[in-house]
């Protein structure tokens, strides 16, 4: 009799649990759409940016990757698309979802190098002892021992990274924590946040945009 009552136990707790999942996914659904109109943005409840950007790396790491309530659309002439995005690193009690909010811009006539940058780590600093990637500037050591810099073309990208879009991503390195750029388009990504704060996170992109498209 007792291990029935612990086991209807523990099912009432999953049950619980799965239930609070599932209200506090409908209720973030509920506030991506609400600020959606306030922005002049579409409301989509998924769309597959693994897909949708196939050569970019920060859509590539993980597995069970989702992007669910995703608003899309323009300002003026930069193509928007902006909400949540997560995947998942390791297996089992090993695993870890990580979650974030996306910002990405695509606008004609841009021609970026592929870069890639994220916060730097203790472990950054074995892996350039192994020959590890890492574009560093030695006239800035605030932004190089911030962020990794990645990238194929060396000298493209350095062209890119100027010391005002140095300053600027050392400024906002709270706000961003990784960053990408191929082409036309630059992905921000930042902790996930409340929706409500997206139109100041559109803002900071679109601010950085104009830095690089100008």
Known sequence: MEILVFIGFMVAIIAA???GARYAARKRAEAWMAVAPRMELTYHSE???ASAYPGFKSFS???SRRSPNLLQGASGSVRVMLGDYQYTTGSGKNSHTHTHTVCILERDGLDLPHCFMRPQSFLDALGKVFGGQDIDFAEDPDFSK???LQGEDEGAIRSRFDRPSRDWLVAHKDQFVRFEAKGTTIAF?????KPELAPKVLDAALDFLMRWAG
């Open 189 to 193: 990504f930042a902790p996930r946040m």
């Open 47 to 49: 769309i597959q940016l």
């Open 17 to 19: 649990s799965v239930a």
């Open 61 to 63: 790491l993980g597995h």
């Open 146 to 148: 911030t962020f990794v």
